[in-house]
């Protein structure tokens, strides 16, 4: 199973508008960080994306990725949904529409906000089939948990995909740990894990908190993502762990 982290950073991406890059280096490209969207893949070629990020057209793009399989939304924050549109272009060629799943609160506030996605509108095809997680343990060939976490005063769902004998458990946007999310990432192979900055944050996890989760689900390597302005990679790459991965666009680890 294959990880492609399509983008690493916070909801203003790094540099923020106006050329701001704040603690990072200008002249490291692992630096320059668009919105946070991860894909994973089995061994069959199948894949599943997991959010829309703003930025995900240049995204498939810059990875030549033209097909998927099904999509997945951890929340409905506009940094993890509102490329939504771009999905169009893979619906072009299929018999039906893309399958989607979200958490009923997350499933809600996306057909409210992008209705045509999910129903279609003025002749236009449906672009996504949205099916409520609380059916799905199998989807493409992969294994499917899912857990709610505390998002400040909202929630975002943290996934878990196996396959081939492999975990992948992505965590991002929480400012707690719960057990829940403890439980299903037990021994998980491979954490990607939400990790904004090293202060506390009211909305989400940061270094230490990134780290303790790791620590406590017996991770066997963890990538930290959702980097602000504040995490310059290579100072980053210092201070963690050996099994501890700073995430960057374009990541790919194969399991």
């Not at 948990?145 to 458990?169: N, R, V």
């Not at 980097?227 to 700073?246: G, I, R, W």
């Amino acid at each position: 199973m294959k990880l492609l982290m399509l983008g690493s950073g916070t909801s203003t991406g790094v540099p923020r508008v106006g050329n701001d890059w704040g603690a990072c280096d200008p002249d490291e490209p692992r630096n320059r960080r668009t919105r946070v969207s991860i894909m994973v893949e089995n061994n069959a070629g199948k894949r599943l994306l997991v959010d829309t990020s703003t930025d995900l057209r240049a995204q498939l793009l810059a990875h030549e990725i033209d097909s998927l399989d099904a999509v997945f939304w951890t929340h409905d924050h506009a940094d993890h949904c509102h490329g939504i549109d771009d999905l169009r272009a893979l619906r072009y060629g299929r018999g039906g529409p893309l399958a989607g799943f979200a958490a009923d609160e997350t499933a809600r506030r996306l057909r409210q906000r992008f209705g045509y996605v999910f129903a279609g509108q003025h002749g236009y095809h449906t672009i996504v089939e949205l099916e409520p997680l609380d059916r799905l343990r199998m989807c493409a060939g992969f294994g499917v948990e899912w857990c709610q976490m505390p998002h400040g005063p909202a929630q975002s769902t943290a996934y878990l995909f196996d396959a081939d004998g492999k975990t992948i458990g992505y965590a991002t946007d929480f400012s707690e740990i719960v057990d829940g999310v403890v439980e299903m990432f037990q021994g998980v192979d491979l954490l990607v894990c939400d990790c904004l900055r090293r202060q506390p944050h009211p909305t989400h996890a940061h270094l230490a908190m990134a780290l303790e989760l790791a620590e406590r689900c017996g991770a066997g390597q963890t990538v930290l993502t959702h980097l602000d302005k504040s995490m310059d990679y290579a100072t980053l790459c210092d201070e963690v762990p050996d099994n501890v991965t700073v995430g960057y666009d374009g990541l790919e680890i194969v399991l």
